[in-house]
């Protein structure tokens, strides 16, 4: 069988979250892979993307070093913004010498790119570190390594998004083609989490797109790079190449996934039990399906507060 690299994003201003979460994506995931590699991004971003980089910078490595190196078998490898790595990594991808190094919004770019390409396999689970991951399926790895397998048109493989729906319903998802009972081919893909094979990448170049001419705009006004998100220029190319993105749940409890929308207090200080409600299924019935946490298991009214007061002052500029 073949074998599998698990790869995690992290960056300083993840401390916060990663210090609980890091440990509840390995211990899921570590009996499953056979290498586990934790790329910790080296340069800042602008604007949200920054937040918390300095005062959680020697706090995120102390904990990777301390915490997390001595009880699990991880390559800890901060982000190489060498020209010569990023050549390297540009025409691997995109056949060509040069990539950005952030997205128009200044969140990662080169940095997805870098961490797939330190993998040693061709099959890669990544995660971003925010990630939480329900159900505990033990074997999910495996399934997911029989479909790549069994149909050479699957690019992507991704956990389902959310706890299953006893009716099979995906919320905010397309579904292209229903392939079986908790299984689905989806439209588009998502950073954030899936499971790729890269060696289509290396033999079909991706194409470099650029964002909407709104975003372009504000890339300029922001002084980011004019580049678009991996997660867009990845869908273009599925859709492009007649690849597939294919979303399972697996046997048994089978493998789900769960994001957190936004980044409050009350998140910080609710995960280690958020961690144990999602280990333990214990969420209402409202969530299941969705792949974004409700304000049934999370009180996201203090980021919704701020949130609108963004909007008012955006509209009065």
Excluded at 222 to 247: F, G
Aim: charge should be positive; glycine fraction near 6%.
């Amino acid at each position: 069988m073949s074998p599998v690299s698990l790869q995690i994003n992290l960056a300083p201003g993840d401390y916060l979250h990663a210090r609980y979460i890091l440990p509840h994506q390995l211990k899921i995931l570590t009996p499953q892979v056979d290498e586990i590699i934790l790329t910790v991004d080296t340069k800042p971003s602008r604007g949200r993307f920054s937040i918390g980089w300095n005062e959680n910078k020697e706090l995120l490595y102390n904990f990777l070093q301390n915490e997390i190196q001595p009880k699990y078998n991880v390559k800890i490898i901060p982000v190489d913004y060498s020209k010569e790595m990023q050549i390297g990594i540009a025409g691997y991808f995109f056949g060509n010498n040069q990539l950005p190094e952030k997205d128009f919004r200044g969140g990662p770019f080169y940095a997805y790119f870098f961490g797939l390409h330190s993998a040693a396999n061709n099959l890669i689970f990544h995660l971003d570190s925010d990630m939480f991951l329900g159900g505990g399926s033990e074997t999910w790895i495996t399934e997911a390594i029989q479909l790549f397998e069994s149909d050479p048109k699957c690019l992507i493989i991704s956990p389902l998004p959310g706890p299953p729906d006893a009716n099979e319903h995906l919320i905010n998802q397309t579904v292209k083609n229903k392939i079986g009972s908790y299984i689905y081919e989806l439209d588009g893909m998502s950073t954030r989490i899936f499971m790729i094979d890269k060696s289509i990448l290396k033999k079909k170049k991706l194409t470099f797109n650029r964002p909407s001419f709104r975003n372009q705009i504000k890339a300029i006004i922001q002084r980011n790079p004019n580049a678009d998100l991996p997660e867009h220029i990845l869908s273009s190319y599925i859709n492009k190449q007649n690849l597939k993105r294919i979303d399972f749940l697996g046997r048994g409890n089978g493998l789900w996934s769960l994001h957190p929308p936004f980044r409050t207090k009350t998140f910080y200080n609710d995960l280690p039990s958020l961690i144990a409600r999602v280990e333990n299924n214990d969420l209402p019935k409202k969530q299941n399906g969705f792949y974004d946490i409700i304000d049934d298991v999370c009180d996201w009214n203090e980021a919704r507060v701020k949130l609108k007061n963004n909007i008012w002052w955006k509209k009065l500029l």
